[in-house]
Structure formats: structure tokens, C-alpha cells
């Protein structure tokens, strides 16, 4: 009996054993399975939550439209601080000597301006319609291409009202010290009342 009853231990702990890896086969197997269905239930539920915040902020802007749309006076006093800000004379002459100052600290040479006026129509008439008038500035430039980008930049982020139209870079003459400088055009507008 004993030999028996160590025989049937053997094949219970055999079968307990092929059982156990089975086991563990089934769970590797489904685990490679679900898991991209998981992923995709994670992102869903994600994109669900990212909706419904998108509808909440909608929702509260649209209330936010609508406090400040039955507040007149707060529209006038807002469309006042614009207004005010946006120079009433032809200034331009202040401008031109700030993008001079810009220039030389960038060591750009800036040279042959010229400034057209771009709408020909009366000063009342420009009064009376509230519509923005705007001056052409053109002038030519040269200098290295980095110091050149960081003056446009200087000149778009520090001078109020005034658009870069166009630029147009040409090649220039190579310096003593290897320095490629370029020759540049430029086209600017300056925008006033």
C-alpha cells in the first residue's frame, strides 16, 4: 500500500503541478489579450473626461459672454482702454528712431528709409469713420542673420502697432572675422487713428 498510496501522491502532485501551469499559461495568455482592450477602455474613459470638460469650460464661458455682454457700461470702458491705446497722430518718427536704437544695439546697420502713406483720405473723414490708418515703412538693413532675427523679434515685441509685412534677405560680403553679412529689406506698417 504504500507503494500505492506513493504512486497516487506522485500523479496528484504531477497533476497539481501541470494544473498550476496551466494556470498559469490561461493567465499570461489572457493578460497579453486584454491588456491593449484595457488600454483602449483607459483612453476612452480619458477622452470621455476630456469632453466633459470641454463642455463645462464652454458652459462657463458662455455665462462669462453673457455677464459681460449685459454690462454696456463695462463694454464702452473696455472699447475705451483699446481706443486708447492706439496712438491718435502719425508717430512715426518716434518709431523710427527707436528701430535705429534696435539696430545699432543688434549690430544691424540700418539705412534708406522711406515711409508712404498708405490711405490718402482727409484726417476728418479718418476721424469721423474710427478707422485705423497706417503708414508704409521700408528700409534696408545688414548684418548677421542671428543678430537680424533678434532685432525683428525686438522690433515686433517691443514697438506697439507696427506689423512686419516683409522681409527679403540678399546675399552680402563675407567679413574679416568669417562673418557672413547679409543685406536685408524690410517692409513694415505703423498703425495709428
Known sequence: MSLNAKNSNKKK??????????????????????????REVKIAKLEISVKEKNIESKKLLLLRV????????DI???????DSLI??????????????????????????????????SSPRNK????????????????????????FLRDIENGIPFIQVEAVSISGGE??????LLLN????LKFFYY
Request: hydrophobic share 40%; with cysteine.
Open 66 to 73: 453673457g455677464n459681460f455682454s449685459n454690462g454696456e457700461e
Open 174 to 179: 563675407e567679413t574679416a572675422t568669417s562673418d
Open 76 to 82: 464702452n470702458e473696455n472699447l475705451g482702454k483699446i
Open 13 to 38: 502532485s504531477s497533476e497539481i503541478l501541470v494544473l498550476f501551469v496551466a494556470l498559469l499559461v490561461s493567465c499570461a495568455t489572457m493578460y497579453y489579450f486584454v491588456k491593449p482592450l484595457y
Open 87 to 120: 496712438p491718435n497722430r502719425n508717430n512715426y518718427e518716434d518709431y523710427l528712431a527707436h528701430i535705429v536704437k534696435l539696430a545699432s544695439a543688434k549690430n544691424i546697420i540700418a539705412n534708406d528709409f522711406s515711409v508712404s502713406d498708405e490711405q490718402s
Open 184 to 187: 536685408y529689406q524690410i517692409n
Open 127 to 150: 476721424i469721423k469713420s474710427n478707422s485705423l490708418s497706417s503708414v508704409a515703412i521700408d528700409f534696408s538693413a545688414a548684418g548677421g542673420f542671428l543678430n537680424f532675427v533678434s
